[in-house]
């Protein structure tokens, strides 16, 4: 299990919370064989503007690739890496939409 990336939007509480939620979580996005394709960061995109907190299913085959992917995915589609766990990416954008609405 990997925490890192830390937003300074999100404290320690936050983390933990967000946490919390992913064990309901099943994954939004499942990457295949064909690895970070314009589809796949499409998908993303939907699935972080549904929910805030998502979890992508990976292919990878080591730590450090998981790593690399879930920093591509970071910096690409603007999220906070919430967790890393076995094949699983846990990360979260705040819904700029859901707050104007409020």
């Given at each position: 299990m990997t925490d890192n990336k830390k937003s300074?939007?999100?404290?320690t509480h936050d983390l933990r919370e967000?946490?919390?939620?992913l064990h309901h979580l099943k994954p939004a996005v499942v990457i295949t064989e064909a690895g970070l394709t314009n589809a796949v960061f499409q998908d993303i995109e939907q699935a972080l503007v549904e929910s805030e907190l998502i979890k992508i299913r990976t292919n990878a085959s080591s730590s450090e690739e998981?790593?690399?992917i879930a920093d591509e995915i970071c910096a690409?589609?603007?999220?906070?890496?919430?967790?890393?766990?076995?094949?699983?990416?846990?990360?979260?954008?705040?819904n700029v939409l859901v707050e104007e609405q409020q």
């Open positions: 300074p939007a999100l404290n967000l946490k919390n939620q998981l790593t690399t690409k589609v603007k999220a906070v890496l919430v967790q890393t766990m076995g094949y699983i990416i846990a990360v979260y954008r705040k």
